[in-house]
């Protein structure tokens, strides 16, 4: 199922998505619970992939929104926008196609993107890399 979805994207997307899912793999490295990537290809022309974690306290958030910093501009990708890293229970990371929710417990469950988003997608991130890997293993 992911391979149709898949040729559906445009190589600008499929880069995209490739990079959400590094995203989630660092949130997940660093203990990030429940991680997920959401396609919002066809919802919404503002970005393409949500990327929500959740941290179990104000340290490790911050880390998980420092390291996929640190990904991103390795990656030539910008911060176009970032909220609440000082001071709040949710920090958001704009990459203009990803978005990066870093929350914790209890406003994940109170702000729930996932119900509010129930129409988007949901990626199978861990597959996508290994596909991506092995394509490239492939060209090698």
Known sequence: MIEQVQTQRTAEQQQSLI?????????????????????????????????ITTGTNRRQMHALSDEVSKLQRTSGT???????????????????????????????EMYDLESLWADAKRIDWQ?????????NCAVE
């Not at 949130?27 to 992939?49: A, H, K, N, Q």
């Open 19 to 51: 990079q959400a899912c590094r995203c989630a793999r660092i949130c997940e490295d660093l203990r990030g619970r429940d991680t997920l990537v959401l396609e919002m290809i066809g919802i919404t022309p503002i970005f393409d992939y949500f990327v």
């Open 78 to 108: 910008a911060k176009r926008g970032s909220e609440g890293y000082d001071e709040s229970t949710w920090i958001v990371q704009d990459y203009g196609d990803i978005i990066l929710h870093v929350f914790t417990e209890e406003s994940r």
């Open 127 to 135: 597959s996508v890399l290994e596909e991506s890997s092995s394509e």
